[in-house]
């Protein structure tokens, strides 16, 4: 099963620029859907894996091997290995355009951000385009209102694909199990990233109690026995990786206390249920954090939705005046978004002071239903996937 927005983006790419990089989080299905598009390429392909030993000597001399295939798009399979390539494929690129062949060149896959692998990549510029394949979002799975999608489902087991799709909640529990596992032990540490799997760990699972919430960096550092600095460099690492958002508060022109430091959320919801021992529907209604959890959910999927014009901050003051999430839209307006999971909502009084401060043109509560209904001082109540398809027409 692959993403099927995903694919048509990374199609056009291969078709419009010599470099693309697929990049996203271990086991997201990277390497499936590179593959599944190689198809639609009207030219020879050649896979390379720098995680098989064979492929990465194969790049000792990387200039002289990669040079061997005029014509073909080479993939790169985890480049983030070998961060040298980048400087090597400039002059590769330039060759091939001299050579009358503008797009298609390479396709590069990578488990780190771009923010990451930027630093190594600089020397593309105007030659590279960006793409994130994230695990499963509703818009993904949903098809249409005669087709069965169950968002319960994806909320507990998560997005990730072997995941999601696996025969029934033991497997899918027993996969996030493996998987978190792995990426501290092996997955991360191959990275060149020297941190202590056993501490790592730790770090990780509390900070799924702290999901939704600002932390406080000294006090983690106290829990662990590290300093803050070292704290910043693990949320850092995972937000790098892609298992953690780090979501900025609104700063901006406001004469009021704000609090300033990012709310931070395990991004996957089933891999959150697993740091948390919820593995199934029923434990996870009866647990303190159901409505964190679902914020997170909420957020994950209305981010994912957005592309490069639009602005996402989350808003609260000293005095607790809050909006879960506040969107700047690419006309220019200001969408206030309070997220609940009950059918019948109550917003507190904070919510519409908030949103006076930063002078919201829509506010919403976006909740765990269908029904699309108003409220007093013109609030609109509306389910996650009926607003998801609100943003998809802007």
């Known amino acids: 099963m692959i ?17 693309v990089a697929l990049i996203g989080s271990r086991q997201v299905g990277k390497t499936t859907l590179a593959l599944e ?55 590769i690129v330039d060759e091939r355009r001299r050579n009358g062949e503008r797009t298609g060149h390479f396709l590069l896959l990578g488990s780190a951000s771009s923010d990451l692998l930027q630093k190594s990549s600089e020397s593309l510029a105007g030659r590279i385009r960006y793409l994130e394949l994230t695990p499963f979002t509703a818009t993904e799975l949903y098809v249409n209102e005669k087709e069965k999608f169950n968002l319960e489902k994806l909320w507990l087991r998560g997005g990730f694909p072997d995941s999601y799709l696996a025969s029934g909640e033991q497997e899918s529990w027993e996969w996030r199990s493996d998987f978190f596992s792995t990426y501290v032990e092996r997955d991360i540490p191959n990275m060149g990233v020297g941190v202590a799997a056993t501490q790592l760990k730790r770090f990780w699972k509390m900070l799924a109690h702290y999901h939704g919430n600002q932390i406080n960096l000294s006090e983690f550092g106290r829990s662990l026995e590290v300093s803050h600095t070292t704290i910043r460099n693990y949320l850092d690492l995972l937000d790098d990786f892609y298992m953690i958002r780090q979501l900025k508060p609104l700063l901006g022109n406001i004469k009021k206390r704000l609090v300033k430091s990012p709310k931070v959320f395990i991004r996957d919801s089933g ?11 029923d434990v996870l209604y009866s647990h303190p954090k159901i409505g964190a959890s679902w914020e997170g959910f909420v957020v994950e999927n209305i981010i994912n939705q957005l592309d490069k014009r639009w602005e996402y901050n989350y808003y609260r003051t000293a005095a607790q005046a809050e909006i ?22 109550k917003l507190k009084r904070g919510f519409y002071e908030a949103c006076k401060d930063i ?36």
């Open 37 to 91: 598009v190689s198809k639609k390429i009207e030219k020879p392909v050649t896979y390379i894996d720098l995680e098989s030993d064979a492929d990465f000597n194969k790049l000792t001399d990387a200039e002289a091997y990669l040079k061997r295939f005029p014509g073909q798009l080479l993939i790169i399979d985890e480049v983030q290995r070998k961060p040298d390539l980048f400087r090597i494929l400039r002059g």
């Open 324 to 345: 879960d999430l506040v969107l700047h839209t690419p006309d220019n307006e200001i969408w206030a978004i309070e997220i609940k999971r009950a059918l019948s909502p």
């Open 359 to 394: 002078n919201a043109t829509h506010k919403w509560i976006v909740n765990a239903g269908k029904d699309r209904y108003p409220l007093p001082e013109e609030v609109e109540v509306i389910g996650l996937i009926e607003f998801l398809k609100i943003i998809q027409k802007k």
């Open 271 to 281: 891999i959150l249920h697993n740091l948390l021992q919820l593995s199934n529907i």
């Open 3 to 19: 993403q099927r927005e995903k694919y048509h983006d990374l199609v056009k790419a291969l078709h419009t620029m010599p470099v």
